[in-house]
């Protein structure tokens, strides 16, 4: 669905950078339990299976700890960028606004388009030259904006999607370069199925 000035109005970059701060907390405090899991489990002194198993058991909690540690960090960073590049855009908007007031243009938030006055004709021909000219001018940077716009949302979109693990780090960190994906390489003649599946 694509993105309408109205929409960019009621983005808030206050409620972004909340959840930004949120995904910091939250990693930290996961990376604190993981350290302190392991420090933990350097003070015990006993062997045997018991402290193998004990050992096996905090090491796979402290990777699990770790990558969820990992995930909020990548949360944090997109909702970071995403809050940045909303209020930008943000401003960029009030900015073409106060521009189209200032040539009497009126803007339709559906279509993204700068609207010369009803009235027109009842302005100078200099005048009426400077308005459509204001409003091609407009139009073409409501055009830029909205396409900056779908790029903070794809942003924010990716933090949300990392936030329920739908999207791994390295995805959301991929996301927030805006590169382009990888495409995958084909394997060699005579590779296993399972590779050329994949």
Same mark, same amino acid.
């Given at each position: 669905m694509a993105l309408t000035l109205a929409d960019i109005e009621r983005w808030d970059p206050a409620a972004i950078r909340t959840v930004f701060q949120a995904a910091i907390d939250r990693a930290h405090g996961t990376r604190t339990t993981s350290a302190a899991l392991t420090d933990t489990m350097r003070l015990l002194d006993f062997g045997g299976d018991a402290? *193998?198993?004990?050992?096996a058991a905090t090491h796979r909690t402290t990777l699990l700890l770790d990558d969820h540690a990992?995930?909020?960090?990548?949360?944090?960073?997109?909702?970071?960028?995403?809050?940045?590049e909303v209020a930008a855009i943000k401003l960029r908007l009030?900015?073409?606004?106060?521009?189209?007031?200032?040539?009497h243009l009126t803007i339709d938030n559906a279509t993204g388009t700068a609207l010369p006055p009803a009235d027109l004709s009842s302005y100078s021909p200099a005048d009426q030259q400077s308005i459509l000219n204001a409003a091609i001018r407009l139009?073409?940077?409501?055009?830029?904006l909205l396409a900056d716009a779908e790029t903070? *949302?794809?942003d924010l979109a990716a933090a949300i999607r990392g936030a329920a693990r739908d999207l791994s780090p390295e995805q959301v960190n991929t996301q927030l370069?805006?590169?382009?994906?990888?495409m995958p390489q084909m394997?060699?003649?005579?590779s296993?199925?399972?590779?050329?599946?994949k």
């Open positions: 402290a *193998d198993a004990a050992l990992d995930a909020c960090e990548a949360v944090a960073r997109a909702a970071e960028k995403s809050a940045d009030q900015a073409i606004r106060d521009s189209a007031r200032d040539y139009t073409e940077s409501i055009k830029r903070a *949302d794809g370069s805006h590169e382009p994906p990888r394997p060699p003649p005579g296993d199925p399972k590779e050329v599946s």
